[in-house]
């Protein structure tokens, strides 16, 4: 089916806003990404893959795919509960739910840190407790974790509510009249439907974590080859004066974005045509 117009605009108008649209995404977001790529190589490939393979940044790459990696399997559960529990029931606090699951949204990332510094820090709450049985969270990979998950926590959870909540109980309904469980429900009905923006949101989670500095920033310490993340790598070289290396590096989450970009398009696609196919 073709898109009518449902403007009535001159043509000159139209073309003068396009151009704003487009000259204001080419000076923001076009400019700033080539920049990037064009001072990684002002040096070199043979510079910009040695700053890729030392041994610092590969550990920077490592920490932040081991932080994305349990930080997103923890939200993608924690969100399709949620968004279960808030569609599926009506209870008292319901409201009061959905807002503290907004709650990382309106915190800075700086303050989230700063409050799990409060809480497991060596002066903090629970510090004195976890020094006597030598646990270390703050500057170890434990807060890096914890960090990263608040920060992502809502992002798979605020995905889906709205989806389901416009796709209705009308299905699961007429399976728990034909006798099926809950978990079957689950797999074989609710699933099905709201796969593709599971997968939206585990994909803009997964971005989110592996770019997070602000948090990560705070409770990491940034122990160089040990609790720096990619992003926290990137500031120290830049503040080294080692643009190349930095910009380098900044590279990889140059590419995390441009890659992310590329799945999120193929999904609303793809999405798009199965929508389509329904009516």
């Not at 009518?4 to 076009?30: D, K, Q, Y």
């Not at 914890?146 to 109980?169: D, H, K, N």
């Not at 990491?220 to 930095?246: D, K, M």
């Not at 990889?252 to 999904?267: D, H, P």
Request: net charge neutral; glycine share 8%; charged share 15%.
């Amino acid at each position: 089916m073709s898109h009518r117009e449902i403007t009535t605009e001159s043509r000159p108008v139209r073309v003068l806003l396009i151009g704003a649209a487009c000259a204001v995404v080419t000076v923001f977001l076009l400019l700033p990404l080539i920049a990037v790529f064009v001072e990684a190589l002002r040096k070199g490939w043979e510079v910009f893959f040695e700053s890729l393979r030392d041994e610092a940044a590969l550990s920077a790459v490592k920490l932040t795919l081991t932080a994305a990696a349990i930080s997103v399997p923890m939200n993608t559960l924690f969100g399709v509960g949620a968004a279960w529990v808030l569609t599926k029931f009506r209870f008292r606090g319901r409201a009061l739910l959905v807002s503290l699951i907004d709650l990382p949204f309106a915190v800075s990332p700086v303050i989230a840190g700063l409050v799990w510094v409060l809480l497991f820090g060596s002066h903090g709450w629970f510090g004195e407790w976890l020094d006597a049985r030598d646990i270390r969270i703050i500057f170890a990979l434990p807060g890096i974790v914890i960090a990263t998950a608040f920060v992502t926590f809502p992002f798979v959870a605020r995905e889906l509510i709205p989806l389901m909540e416009s796709q209705g109980t009308d299905q699961e309904e007429a399976a728990v009249t034909l006798g099926a469980s809950g978990w079957r429900i689950f797999l074989r009905v609710t699933l099905p439907n709201i796969k593709w923006g599971l997968l939206y949101g585990i994909l803009l989670c997964n971005a989110r974590a592996m770019g997070e500095f602000g948090a990560v920033s705070v409770v990491s310490g940034h122990i160089r080859g040990e609790t720096n993340t990619l992003p926290l790598h990137v500031e120290v070289l830049y503040n080294e004066y080692q643009f190349s290396a930095a910009f380098a590096c900044a590279t990889l989450l140059a590419m995390l974005a441009l890659v992310t970009l590329g799945i999120k398009t193929a999904i609303e696609h793809l999405t798009g045509h199965t929508s389509a196919g329904k009516h």
